[in-house]
């Protein structure tokens, strides 16, 4: 019965990158206190939730990866339901959609389930065809038009980010199944490579932004985003990629650097994109949901486009 929720192979390369991280949580939460002491007058208190929420996000994470697929599947859906959830409340839907709406949330189950049993042609065409034309049809039976255009764009956008999207995580999973390529294990290493990266690009272009940063890339959306942290953060992303890519993954350092590549840019679309949706409904943040980083949406935006991208992109060329 454990063996269901326990995977008892994993990489060594990916073993120890979780530990390096774990390393680098420990040495901001040192660096924190250090800053504390020499400067008691400042409020730390922000970065300091944000260093614990991400004990807790990048706890969960290895979990996730130390075990099953059964386990991994379980903890995906569940984050994408809290993503759907918060999408729905910042958006425009209807009070007499919540029949919709409870169908809408049974995509979710069907969804990872079409992973778990490794129907792959169901799973990639499940929301943007079958749901995506199911849900409207529901919503005309209901017999409200006014606000049905607004309502049914919504749901359909809700779900493609928060569902499909985030799905493809959990997704690098099933490869190495389907796959006379790749040891087993990949799958796992695929996944972590790709968090990594999105999260270490959204670190990296915050960072050049504030050293070299001027010209605003996208100031109406975004006024942080400059042209220098773009071009900075995809840089570093794709150096980080050929530096750690070979380990962790089949991919050829050509290969490794591309995909860092796409990283860098498709996470700054998604980051971008999330914004924009976040300033049409006129709120900072997402939700309170992770302290120090807002609702679940602010933590995922950079994934909901580079997960379906490298999900695509690594099976094309190697599964």
Not at 39 to 52: D, F
Not at 129 to 149: C, D, K, N, S
């Amino acid at each position: 019965m454990l063996n269901d929720w326990i995977n008892p192979s994993l990489p060594a390369p990916l073993c120890w990158g979780l530990a390096v991280v774990g390393v680098l949580l420990v040495v901001a939460s040192l660096t924190i206190a250090l800053l504390k002491r020499r400067k008691p007058q400042k409020n730390w208190l922000e970065l300091e939730q944000r260093v614990r929420t991400w004990y807790w996000i990048v706890g969960i994470f290895a979990l996730t990866l130390l075990g099953s697929k059964a386990l991994a599947l379980t903890v995906f859906a569940l984050v994408s339901f809290l993503a759907f959830k918060e999408f729905l409340t910042l958006s425009a839907t209807r009070e007499a959609d919540h029949v919709v709406l409870f169908w809408a949330y049974m995509s979710i189950p069907f969804q990872y389930f079409w992973l778990g049993v490794n129907w792959y042609g169901m799973f990639i065409i499940f929301i943007p065809v079958y749901a995506f034309l199911i849900l409207p049809m529901r919503m005309v039976l209901i017999g409200e038009t006014r606000g049905f255009l607004r309502a049914a764009s919504s749901l359909h956008w809700a779900l493609m980010l928060t569902v499909f999207s985030l799905s493809h995580l959990p997704a690098l999973l099933i490869l190495p199944e389907v796959s006379n390529r790749a040891p087993v294990g990949h799958g796992a290493s695929l996944l972590f490579f790709l968090v990594a990266l999105t999260q270490s690009n959204d670190v990296a272009q915050y960072l050049w932004g504030k050293a070299t940063g001027r010209r605003k890339i996208a100031p109406t959306v975004s006024p942080n985003k400059t042209v220098g942290g773009f071009l900075g953060g995809a840089a570093t992303t794709t150096l980080l990629a050929c530096l750690i890519g070979p380990w962790l993954t089949p991919m050829s350092l050509l290969h490794c650097a591309l995909a860092g590549l796409l990283i860098g840019v498709s996470g700054f679309i998604g980051d971008v994109v999330i914004s924009a949706v976040k300033r049409d409904i006129g709120v900072k943040d997402s939700g309170t949901l992770l302290p120090g980083h807002g609702g679940i949406l602010d933590r995922l935006d950079s994934l909901t486009y580079t997960a379906p991208l490298f999900f695509h992109y690594v099976r094309y060329l190697y599964f």
